[in-house]
C-alpha cells in the first residue's frame, strides 16, 4: 500500500504559498477535502469505546490536452491507541496512525482510449458488494469482514490500457507489484479465527519466500459490450492468490511440522452477463473458473493441495421508486476437494440489501442482510446512513450486527456488535 507523507520543505512550501488566491491558483481544476472526526462503540462487554479518531480525506483531479492525473488519499489517527487500551503492541502499531492511496495515477489518450500508469482500483463484474470476477485489487480487513469494497480495495500499481472498439471496450493490464490481503493485527479489535496464523506449538513457518520483481507480475484483460440486449463481459486473470497457503516442508527434530509460506501463481477466466426484464428488474450473473488454485493441507506429508476451483453469482436486481432492492446467491466449490484442507468443498453466501436516498438526496441509506447457510450458525445485519444538513457538514451512522458460532465468517464477531458515528467538515 502506498503511504502518504509531508516532509519539512513540502511543508514549507505549503506555507509559503501565502493568500488564499495564491493557494487557489496552486490547487488542480477539481478538488475537494474533508477533515472529521469518528468514533465506535462495541455494544459488549468492558472497553466498549473501540476508536477515537481524526481523519483526513482529499480528492485532487487535473486535466490538460494529452491526458490527467488522479489522486485520492487518506490519513487518520486514533486515540484509543495512545495510553492504556486493551490491544496489543502490534495493534497499537497498525492501528493508531494510518494513511494510503485510494488511487493515484496518471492517464494518457491514445486515439479514443487511454493508457493509465500508476496505483489503481480496478473492479470487474456488477456483484453488491461480493467478489467473483473482482480479483485484482487485495482487501484490507483490519476494519472487518463487512466493509465496503469501496473502503477496502487496496490499491496497486499497474499500467492499464483501455480501448474502445466497435460496440466494446477492451481492457489490459499488467500488475507490477504484488501486493496481499491485509489481516488484522493479532490482538486487535477485529481480530477472529479466520484469520488465525499456524500454531506454534505444533508448526513453524520457516520459509516465507518474497515475489519481488517480475515474480510478483500480474496480467489481466477484459472485454465489455453488449450481444442483443444483453450486457456481456469476459475476463482472464493470472496473478497470485492474496491470502497465504502454508505448504509442509517435513519437521524439526523437535518434531514440529516445518512449513513455508507461499502466495502461489493462478490463472482465472470468467464472464458476466445482465439482462433487463422489464418492470424495473435485471436478472444478473457471474461465473469464474480458477485454475492451479492451492489450499493449506497440514496433513499432507509435503506441499500443499491442489484444486480447480469455481466460483458463482446469481444477482436480481429491483428499482423500487427512490430503492435499489438487491438478492444475491454467491456459491463457491472446490472441485478436487480433499480431506485436511483448511478450505471447505463448498461455501454459498446469500444477501438482501437495500439502497435509497431521500430529502433531496440529504439522506443516503444502505441496509444489508447476509448469511452463510444456516443462517444461525453465520450471519449479519449491517446499516449505514449518510446524512448531510448542509453542503458542508456530513454525518455518518453504521450499525453492525452479528450472529453465529466463533469459528464462522460472521459469527466471529457475534460479541462484537458496534455503532460507528462521524462527523466531517467538507471543503
Do not use: C
Request: proline share 4%; glycine share 8%; hydrophobic share 40%.
Amino acid at each position: 500500500m502506498a503511504r502518504l507523507g509531508l516532509n519539512r520543505g513540502l511543508l514549507a512550501a505549503l506555507v509559503s504559498l501565502g493568500s488564499p488566491v495564491a493557494i487557489a491558483e496552486w490547487l488542480p481544476e477539481h478538488h475537494e477535502a474533508e477533515i472529521g472526526v469518528a468514533t465506535a462503540v462495541r455494544l459488549h462487554g468492558d472497553d466498549q469505546v473501540t476508536q477515537k479518531a481524526v481523519y483526513l480525506k482529499f480528492s485532487l483531479e487535473d486535466a490538460w490536452d494529452s491526458g490527467y492525473y488522479k489522486a485520492k488519499g487518506r490519513a487518520r489517527y486514533d486515540f484509543r491507541y495512545d495510553g492504556n487500551n486493551p490491544y496489543s503492541a502490534q495493534a497499537r502499531d497498525d492501528y493508531r496512525a494510518t494513511a494510503d492511496w485510494r488511487h493515484l495515477y496518471w492517464g494518457l489518450y491514445v486515439g479514443d482510449g487511454e493508457l493509465t500508469v500508476g496505483w489503481q482500483q480496478v473492479v470487474w463484474g456488477r456483484a453488491d458488494e461480493l467478489r467473483v470476477l473482482d480479483q485484482i485489487n487485495p482487501l484490507d480487513y483490519r476494519e472487518g469482514v463487512i466493509g465496503l469494497l469501496e473502503d477496502s480495495r487496496i490499491a496497486v500499481p499497474m499500467i492499464r490500457l483501455v480501448q474502445p472498439v466497435a460496440e466494446w471496450e477492451l481492457e489490459a493490464l499488467v500488475i507490477t507489484d504484488f501486493v496481499k490481503n491485509q489481516a488484522p493485527a493479532v490482538g486487535s479489535e477485529f481480530d477472529a479465527p479466520i484469520f488465525a496464523t499456524p500454531d506454534p506449538q505444533m508448526f513453524v513457518v520457516d520459509s516465507r519466500p518474497g515475489y519481488d520483481g517480475h515474480s510478483g507480475f500480474g496480467y489481466g484483460a477484459s472485454a465489455n459490450g453488449r450481444i442483443g440486449t444483453v450486457d456481456v463481459s469476459f475476463v482472464a486473470l493470472n496473478a497470485r492468490q492474496q491470502d497465504p497457503v502454508y505448504a509442509v516442508e517435513g519437521q524439526t527434530e523437535e518434531g514440529l511440522i516445518r512449513l513455508e509460506r507461499q502466495f502461489p501463481r493462478y490463472s482465472m477466466g470468467g464472464a458476466s452477463v445482465a439482462i433487463d426484464a422489464g418492470h424495473s428488474i435485471v436478472v444478473r450473473s457471474e461465473v469464474a473458473y480458477f485454475d492451479n488454485w492451492r489450499v493449506t493441507n497440514p496433513y499432507r506429508a509435503y506441499g500443499s493441495d491442489q484444486t480447480a476451483m469455481t466460483k458463482s453469482l446469481l444477482g436480481v436486481d429491483y428499482l423500487l421508486r427512490d430503492w435499489l432492492i438487491s438478492t444475491q446467491w454467491q456459491h463457491q466449490r472446490l472441485l478436487d476437494w480433499q480431506p485436511g484442507m483448511v478450505q471447505d468443498k463448498r461455501d454459498d453466501l446469500f444477501t438482501v440489501s437495500a439502497e435509497g436516498s431521500q430529502f433531496q438526496d440529504r439522506l443516503k441509506t444502505r441496509l444489508v442482510f447476509g448469511m452463510s447457510p444456516p443462517a444461525q450458525d453465520d450471519s449479519f445485519v449491517q446499516g449505514i446512513f449518510t446524512y448531510k444538513p448542509v453542503d458542508w457538514l456530513k454525518l455518518g451512522l453504521e450499525v453492525d450486527v452479528f450472529f453465529g458460532k466463533p469459528d464462522r465468517q460472521f459469527g466471529a464477531y457475534a460479541n462484537r456488535d458496534q455503532v460507528r458515528l462521524s462527523a466531517g467538515y467538507l471543503f
